[in-house]
């Protein structure tokens, strides 16, 4: 038997009925891997930031947002289960929740490559093995798919050993980046593009445009959230500072989960002049 255990090293047993689970999650694409999973009707309580899939959301009461969550209606809707991330949501607001929650699922997938392991938990602990396994055959055929096409793509670069610099930019006012330790950086790697690295230890640092910054990167990359990030703000930007920006998807590079799976693949369509 596979053991199912989450970032936290906390191991689950999988409950022995589904359809008496009670799910609140705080994380919204995980919300959307519970509802590919076929676990919707379960889910009692989502964040107004799980938007996906629409319909099927669209009914389920929401609990306050990834960080601001409404604890005492989060008892009141009586979950068994609660579904968590590191980076997304408060440790007290967690422990405070751990008080009357049974079941505390914590994740933490730092590379595209972690997602099939999540899949497996979810699978595991809800009696959805079968749709869990069908998932991981769909990211591993989309993996190989990537991977192809970004081997002919570096078989016709005149400069294929040069890995494409980028500074990936989540914020402005202040401006915010994210590490080469992080889901995005990870996804941005599997095409060879490589995450400017800031002097700062933060996973999500502020920074400065000093032209040493702009030096060292070949393009910059805005993403469409947190941040809603326009085309006015890529003109601006490349005005500003001389350098190629483009805008991207933010959910496709950075929704773990089964959007992942899309994400692969929108990825892949990056690799491409600007």
């Given at each position: ?56 959301v ?21 979950p ?42 979810f ?34 670069s005149?400069d ?15 401006w ?26 933060q ?52 929704w ?15 690799v491409?002049?600007?």
């Amino acid at each position: 038997m596979t053991h199912l255990d989450d970032f936290m090293g906390t191991r689950h047993l999988p409950v022995a009925d589904s359809r008496a689970c009670r799910i609140v999650s705080l994380v919204p694409s995980l919300t959307e891997l519970l509802c590919d999973l076929g676990l919707t009707d379960q889910i009692v309580g989502r964040t107004g930031f799980c938007i996906h899939p629409r319909q099927a959301v669209a009914s389920i009461p929401k609990v306050g947002g990834t960080k601001d969550v409404n604890i005492e209606k989060i008892r009141r809707l009586s979950p068994t289960h609660l579904i968590v991330n590191i980076d997304e949501n408060e440790k007290p607001t967690v422990d405070a929740l751990a008080e009357f929650v049974p079941n505390i699922v914590v994740t933490h997938p730092l590379s595209p490559l972690d997602n099939p392991n999540v899949f497996k938990l979810f699978g595991g602990i809800f009696c959805r093995e079968q749709e869990a396994e069908t998932l991981c055959q769909q990211f591993d055929t989309a993996l190989a798919d990537l991977r192809h096409a970004t081997r002919n793509h570096a078989h016709a670069s005149s400069d294929a050993s040069h890995p494409n610099r980028v500074l990936y930019c989540i914020w402005q006012d202040p401006w915010m980046t994210v590490s080469r330790d992080t889901y995005i950086a990870r996804m941005l790697e599997l095409i060879g593009w490589q995450q400017w690295a800031s002097p700062l230890s933060q996973r999500y640092p502020t920074f400065e445009w000093t032209q040493s910054l702009i030096n060292d990167i070949d393009e910059v990359i805005l993403s469409s959230e947190p941040y809603r990030f326009m085309e006015q703000h890529v003109d601006a930007l490349e005005r500003q500072i001389g350098k190629p920006a483009r805008l991207v998807d933010g959910e496709m590079l950075s929704w773990y989960g089964s959007r992942a799976i899309k994400g692969l693949g929108y990825v892949s369509s990056l690799v491409r002049p600007v």
